[in-house]
Every structure is written in C-alpha cells, then in structure tokens.
C-alpha cells in the first residue's frame, strides 16, 4: 500500500492527497453489502446518489428516501445538510474527497487554483482515502475511506476502524467480489428519472440467417457478435439493458466527462463497421452472398430508469416511449443504416453536430441519389407503400435523420 496524506481541516487547508490502491484478493469469506455497518453509499460518475445504507443517513441528513429526479440527488448536497456538512471547512474535505474519488477514471487528480492536475498511481479496483473532518466541538476525527469502482459508479464506505484489522480485512473481502458487490447494488437500485439516450440493434434478417446455419454456426454467429459489440458499448458508456434474442438494447447515461448524446451515436457508427468485418468473415468462410447487418436506431428523453432482478441476473429497463420508439426506429432502419431522431441530435452541443454528418436520401427524376444534409423528415413520408404497417404507426410523424458517417 502506497504512502497518503489525508484530506483534512488543519490551518483551513486541504492538503493533497495521493491516493492509495487496495490490492484485494478472493477467499472464501461470505459477507454481503446488507452486513456493512459502516456509512456506506453508492454515486454515479455524476455525483448523483443511488444507494445508500442505514448508517449513512445522519451523513446524509437523515434522508427518507432519494429525489425522483436524478439532478436533485446530488450528494454534496445530502452532504451538507448531514452531521458533518453544517461545517464549511468539512464541505470542502467532502467536494475535494469526491472530485479527487472521480477523477480516478479520468486518470487526474482535481488541481488546486493555478496548479497542473497530477497523475493518478495505476489505478485501482478499491482505492483508500484518508479524510478528518471536524466535529462542532472543534474535535478532529478521522476516517479511511475506501471507494470501489464500477462502470455504474462509485460506492463510498466510511469506516474508524484503526485497531482490529479483523473488520478492515472483511470489508476489503467484500469489495473484491465485484461481481456480487454490484449485483447487490443494482437489486437495491431505486428507480430515477433521468435524461437518457436509447440504442436499438436488431440483426436484419436473422430468421433466414438461422434456416440457411447448422443450429452450431448460428449460435456461434450470434455469440460471436455479442463478444464484438460488449466492447464497444463499454468502451462508451452503455447500459446493457433488457436482452432481447438476437437484439439489443443499450442505455446511455449522462457523464461527468462526455455527452452521452453523442456516445449514442458514437457507439452506433463504431457498431456498423466492427459489423462489416464479422459479415466479411462469415462471407469468406461459407462462399456466400449473405450480408449481416445491425438495423440501428437511436432516441433521447427523460424517463424512468430502474432495475428487474430474477435470482443472480439484474437487467436495466427504462419505462416509457423514448424505448419503445427507439425499437421502432430499428424496425425502421433497413441494410446497415443507422436512424437517429430530431430529438436526439437536436440537444447535441453545436461542435459535436458539426462532427456528426446526418441527413436525408432523395432521389432525383433521373434515379440518382444525393444527400441532403442537415435535414429532417417524418418517418411515413420515407416509407413506400409496401412498408406502411401498425408497428410504424408509433413514429409516422417523428422527425428523422440517417446518420451517414462521423467526422474526426
């Protein structure tokens, strides 16, 4: 374990702090999250609470229950109101511990005024935190704070256990099982209202994919193109949600350090090409003419977003149309395109839509296509005849775009 200076009230500074990572390992100690007795709760990397235990609502202002929406959870706000928070001195300890715990995953300590950020050591699963904070008798009192990183958030135990390390060494036990550790969080995740962009990916085609396959090969396809596409949604962000056969569905939630508008859309165009090589692959390997494409469509709005949890398995769901048109802008989408609407790309900051090209395919009397930038039409003025149908009915009149490619 690294050396640590510890975030303190000393003189009414804050002195820097290197942070020091936990090396944890596995054994057969069986504590859940319930048995913590410690403050403890759960943020996102927007600083916005989702969890919390008993022993943290003195700390959090004897909370009831959490905000519906997302933006009022804000736990520096919770902080203040709590036993230590009336004090300004511990209000800067809590913003600088919590600044300093997120820049973990942007790989930088948060700089004093006038200073350059300092890297991070190499970083770490559990990281401790050294913090005293003061009590209204002027009494100092000090804490080891260990945050546990995952791609939800951060979950932040407090704990003054400084003789026995018996209680220590539980819950560094507890933290290593991160796959329990954040199954058991998502079961207790309350539900929230939050902004949100929605991914929908259908593969075009799949039941005539699966008549021309051995059952093994499709299986095979089907696996293959799940170990493609979970990098790419990590890689920006996204929320699995629930699964849906040969489908997908991805969550994009706001964050501290990029839009998750254009995650989105990011995802989606990196989607579309890892799938051109894995249809390249296929086509080389069976000598046919076959071309596997994603039928992508991407929305944005706020709604409900929570969990369902059936024994080990806890899946994402979002309550709402922004979903349900989402999945109708899939259905829309046909040979690989990807379908955004005017609600998703109209809350892009302008830089980011000026790197986006999206627009409209028009026909000319001569049968030569041109594109028409920067434009939107209604989903039932793009749709011949033969593809007007109830499942469209949802979007006839939903402005949208293609997105055609992205500019670097």
């Known amino acids: 374990m690294s050396s640590s200076k510890p975030f303190n009230n000393n003189n009414d500074e804050i002195t820097r702090r290197v942070a020091s990572p936990i090396p944890i390992t596995n054994n057969a100690l069986r504590v859940t999250i319930d048995h913590i007795d410690q403050p403890a709760y759960m943020v996102n990397y927007n600083l916005e609470i989702a969890w919390f235990n008993e022993a943290s609502k003195p700390w959090l202002g004897d909370i009831a229950r959490l905000p519906e929406d997302s933006r009022s959870r804000y736990i520096l706000h919770f902080l203040s109101r709590g036993i230590y928070g009336q004090r300004a001195d511990n209000q800067i300890v809590f913003n600088r511990l919590h600044m300093e715990a997120g820049g973990e995953r942007l790989g930088v300590v948060p700089a004093d005024d006038g200073e350059v950020p300092a890297p991070l050591p190499k970083k770490s699963s559990v990281t ?72 929908v990916a259908d593969l075009q085609g799949s039941t ?64 579309r090409a890892e799938m051109r090589k894995l249809s390249q692959s296929w086509q080389l390997r069976k000598y046919w003419g076959v071309e596997l494409r994603l039928k992508i469509g991407l929305h944005a709005g706020k709604e409900w977003l929570g969990t369902f949890h059936i024994d080990s398995k806890v899946e ?79 979007i006839a009149f939903m402005p949208i775009a293609e997105i055609i490619d992205i500019h670097e």
């Open 128 to 199: 401790k935190f050294d913090v005293t904070v003061r009590r209204d008798d002027e009494a100092d009192e000090d804490y080891q704070v260990f945050v546990s990183y995952f791609r939800e958030g951060m979950l932040f135990i407090y704990t003054r256990e400084q003789r026995d390390g018996t209680a220590r060494e539980s819950l560094l036990q507890i933290l290593a099982r991160r796959d329990e550790v954040i199954r058991d969080l998502l079961k207790k995740h309350l539900p929230v209202n939050t902004e949100l962009s929605v991914l």
């Open 208 to 271: 005539s994919i699966c008549m021309q396959l051995p059952p093994d090969e499709y299986f095979e396809l089907i696996n293959q193109m799940w170990g493609m596409v979970e990098p790419i949604f990590r890689k920006f962000y996204g929320t699995h949600g629930k699964h849906v056969g040969d489908g997908m569905v991805y969550y994009f939630l706001p964050q501290p350090d990029c839009c998750y508008l254009y995650n989105a859309i990011l995802c989606a165009h990196e989607l």
């Open 316 to 394: 994402f769901t979002v309550l709402g149309d922004t979903i349900n048109q989402a999945a109708r802008l899939s259905d829309f989408a046909q040979g690989g395109t990807i379908w955004a609407s005017k609600a998703l790309l109209s809350k892009l900051s302008p830089d980011n839509r000026r790197r986006v090209r999206y627009g409209i395919r028009r026909r000319d009397d001569q049968d030569v296509e041109t594109v028409v930038e920067a434009t939107f039409a209604t989903a039932s003025s793009l749709l011949d005849s033969e593809r007007q149908n109830d499942k469209l009915r949802d």
